[in-house]
Structures are given as C-alpha cells and as structure tokens.
C-alpha cells in the first residue's frame, strides 16, 4: 500500500523563478492539503484539494496555486519565488468521507526548495 | 500570531523515564487538540488526539491531557524509549465535518531520550 509519494525531494531554485511540487497520495484518499514548514517553524497551511477544486486556503499570496486531477494527485506552483519561500513543502492526504482518528492526516517525506 | 505555541524547543530525559511536552493555544474555536510527531527525513505522523469535550486520552505509552480553561494540553510519554527521539509537533483544528482538517500546528519540541 503505497503511502504519500512527493517529488522532487530536493530542488534549488533562484528569485522571480517558478517551481511545480508533485504530489500523489495514499491509496484511497481523495483530498490533498499543503503545509509550508519553514526552518525552526510547525507545518503552515497553504490550501487544501478536493473533486478538483480548491477547498480551504491559508494565508498565502496569490503567487502559490495549485492543481488537482482526476486521480487525486496534486500540483502546488509557486511563481515569482522568494527567498522567503526556502522552505519543506509537505503534502497530505485523507479521505473525506470517512473520519478515522480525528485528525489523522498522512503526510509525505516532503520536498525541500532552496530559493537563492 | 502564533495560536498554537510548544515554548520548549527541545526536552531531554533518559529512558525509562517520563516525558511530558507541553503546548498552549489561543484560539477558543480549537474543538480537537492532536500530537505529531516528525522523524528526520520523514512526513509527520499522527500520534494522537483528544476532543475538547474530553480532558484526556490514553494510547499505550502515550497520554495527552486537555485543560481547556488553561487552554493547556500535555503530551506524556510513560515509559520513554530511545526511539521516541523525535521532533513533537502539536497541532489543533476547528471540527468542520468529514476529514477535511485544516491543522494549526506549534512549532515543535525536539525530544531526546537518552540510553
């Protein structure tokens, strides 16, 4: 049972420039978030993907978008990067219908952008 | 405006011994109060979690208390083994139905249990 799988792990971008983070999810699960985690920092919100269609949003500017398809797997863009943005992209999935352990969301290893 | 704060950034405690980690939060909107916990190179897992209408709950060697008028939670840890070593993330959210969690995470204590 394949869980959470992200890629890349690790990528080095520069400022003004774009990155698209990959994420598919655990077998069965039909909804993605996002968390940023940064240095020292907790994960930190971003948005969450449902049937498609963006479901919650965190506070995060208009330059982070994403993408989720028919599959379920899900694509975070960030445009016109930002040291600031430097940071572990975690992605999770659950599914909606069914509440196991109040919660419970499965996360990926992330993938780590280094914006220079 | 941090809304959910661990204050330790690191605790150390031998084996065997006990380990409680500690959180506070702000926002009275929180109903669910949960514990992550992150291995180097590894997503978060769920460790645990308790309702606000609840002041604890118990899973093996992990126990987590809720005092809501302190808007405090505790995460204890009874035995400690070396392989609980670990970042602790605490986290809450505001119970909307389904398993669509929108989690505030803290920022993590890093515990180390020493042989």
């Known amino acids: 049972d394949a869980g959470v799988t992200q890629s890349p792990t690790h990528l080095i971008k520069t400022r003004g420039q774009q990155v698209t983070l990959r994420c598919s999810p655990k077998?069965?699960?039909?909804?993605v978030s996002w968390y940023q985690q940064a240095l020292g920092q907790g994960p930190q919100f971003i948005f969450q993907?449902?049937?498609?269609?963006?479901?919650q949003r965190g506070n995060f500017p208009d330059r982070f978008s994403g993408h989720q398809f028919p599959n379920y797997s899900s694509e975070l863009n960030v445009n016109a990067l930002l040291l600031g943005d430097s940071a572990l992209y975690l992605c999770?999935?659950?599914?909606?219908?069914?509440?196991?352990?109040?919660?419970?969301?499965?996360f990926g290893e992330g993938s780590r952008l280094t914006v220079l | 405006d941090q809304q959910v704060k661990q204050n330790s950034p690191s605790l150390s405690v031998q084996e065997g011994r006990i380990s409680i980690l500690n959180c506070d939060y702000t926002?009275?909107?929180?109903?669910?109060f949960l514990w992550y916990k992150k291995y180097p190179a590894e997503g978060p897992t769920f460790l645990i979690s308790i309702s606000s209408i609840k002041d604890k709950n118990e899973d093996g060697r992990f126990t987590v208390f809720l005092n809501k008028s302190a808007k405090h939670l505790s995460l204890h840890i009874v035995p400690s083994q070396p392989g609980d070593s670990a970042v602790y993330f605490c986290a809450a959210f505001v119970n909307s139905g389904g398993s669509n969690y929108k989690l505030t995470f803290g920022k993590g204590t890093l515990l180390t249990v020493n042989p």
């Open positions: 926002n009275s909107m929180f109903d669910y």
């Open positions: 993907y449902y049937e498609e269609e963006e479901r």
């Open positions: 999770a999935s659950s599914f909606r219908g069914v509440v196991g352990r109040a919660g419970e969301l499965f």
């Open positions: 077998s069965g699960h039909d909804t």
